[in-house]
């Protein structure tokens, strides 16, 4: 079993809709979870992290942690074609002594038509 | 702030070929990674640096690939010989001094192993 599972997608949803993207982790031990997101060609950057369970919101970002089930979701309101992109589900690897050491999901494409 | 820098952007090589990339951090981050990302995965840890030595390299196969970072700033990954599998987006990215600092990463160089 991968440390860190998503579904690769893609996935695509109408302007405006709600986007939710999936991870699960395997590790029960885990207890920071990252969402970075990736444009095509570029590189991954961080849009949130959460640590305890329950919702966290920033903006029309929405992380949901359920460490009972093992997974962790993003919902992205009122999508925009700009959120079209590439989403990373990460943790820390196991024995890592820093939020650097990170292991990554395969990513979920989202796209967002208009 | 400055970004990670990383150089070059490009490099297409033909396998069995020797290729150099260059990092230079976040001034004042001591922690420096080497990840790779195959098309189509998330990216995977190759090698931590805390300042100037070596934290985990345990993902690194050092057969052919090599790293050092000698003054604890900037960084070389080193491949020779490259292989066909090596063609990847190798990115650098760093963290501040606290175990929760977020992993900054650069833009990235992608390999094409011809």
């Known amino acids: 079993q991968k440390e860190v599972e998503q579904n690769s997608g893609p996935l695509s949803v109408p302007e405006g809709a709600i986007a939710s993207l999936n991870c699960t982790y395997s590790?029960?031990?885990?207890?920071?979870f990252f969402w970075y997101r990736q444009y095509s060609g570029k590189s991954p950057e961080l849009i949130m992290s959460?640590?305890?369970?329950g919702d966290k919101e920033d903006g029309r970002f929405t992380a949901q942690l359920n460490k009972a089930s093992q997974y962790v979701s993003l919902l992205i309101r009122d999508s925009q074609p700009s959120d079209s992109a590439t989403y990373l589900c990460?943790?820390?690897?196991?024995?890592?002594?820093?939020?650097?050491?990170?292991?990554f999901g395969q990513g979920t494409i989202l796209t967002v038509h208009p | 702030e400055a970004g990670v820098a990383q150089s070059p952007r490009y490099k297409i090589i033909e396998k069995r070929q020797s290729v150099a990339f260059w990092c230079n951090p976040i001034?004042?981050?001591?922690?420096l990674y080497w990840y790779q990302q195959i098309l189509g995965q998330g990216p995977k840890l190759l090698i931590q640096?805390?300042?100037?030595?070596?934290?985990?390299d345990s993902q690194l196969p050092k057969d052919r690939f090599s790293a050092e970072r000698l003054k604890g700033v900037d960084s070389t990954l080193k491949i020779q010989p490259a292989k066909l599998e090596d063609s990847a987006v190798y990115l650098c990215?760093?963290?501040?001094?606290?175990?929760?600092?977020?992993?900054?990463f650069g833009n990235g160089t992608r390999l094409t192993v011809t």
């Open positions: 990215a760093s963290t501040g001094g606290t175990y929760n600092s977020p992993l900054h």
């Open positions: 590790d029960r031990g885990s207890q920071s």
């Open positions: 959460i640590y305890s369970n």
């Open positions: 990460a943790v820390p690897t196991a024995g890592g002594t820093s939020y650097g050491k990170l292991t």
């Open positions: 001034s004042g981050h001591a922690t």
């Open positions: 640096f805390q300042n100037n030595g070596v934290v985990d």
